[in-house]
């Protein structure tokens, strides 16, 4: 069993910025993909952002040009860098480990809220 534990998240003012990160309690980053999805009030929960084994990134429109993905193999770490924030983007931040196969299973942290508010 793997665990992911988020910290990170908290309160910020309109523009300001906020860098999530996503620990993995066993070494499963070298070989899965890793990515940031979130879920606000009444809707349904969407990827923001994702970065395979190889380190390719991929972004939501709604937030390329301010949100950076990034991961650290070695420490089992997966960070979301987050600038120019936006009351939209309030949400419960949750961390996913992908698999490369079928066989091997998902696994999902419990959750940060981030709240962008003045």
């Known amino acids: 069993q793997v665990h992911l534990v988020e910290s990170g998240g908290g309160l910020v003012q309109p523009g300001g910025s906020l860098r999530l990160s996503c620990a993995g309690s066993?070494?499963?980053?070298?070989?899965?993909?890793m990515a940031w999805y979130r879920q606000a009030p009444g809707k349904q929960r969407e990827l923001v952002a994702a970065?395979?084994?190889?380190?390719?990134?991929n972004y939501a429109d709604s937030v390329k040009g301010r949100f950076t993905i990034s991961r650290d193999n070695a420490k089992n770490t997966v960070s979301l860098q987050m600038n120019s924030l936006k009351p939209e983007d309030t949400a419960v931040y949750y961390c996913n480990a992908d698999p490369p196969n079928r066989l091997l299973p998902a696994y999902w942290g419990q959750g940060t809220q981030v709240t962008v508010s003045s």
């Open positions: 970065i395979t084994s190889g380190g390719m990134e």
């Open positions: 066993r070494s499963i980053f070298s070989i899965y993909g």
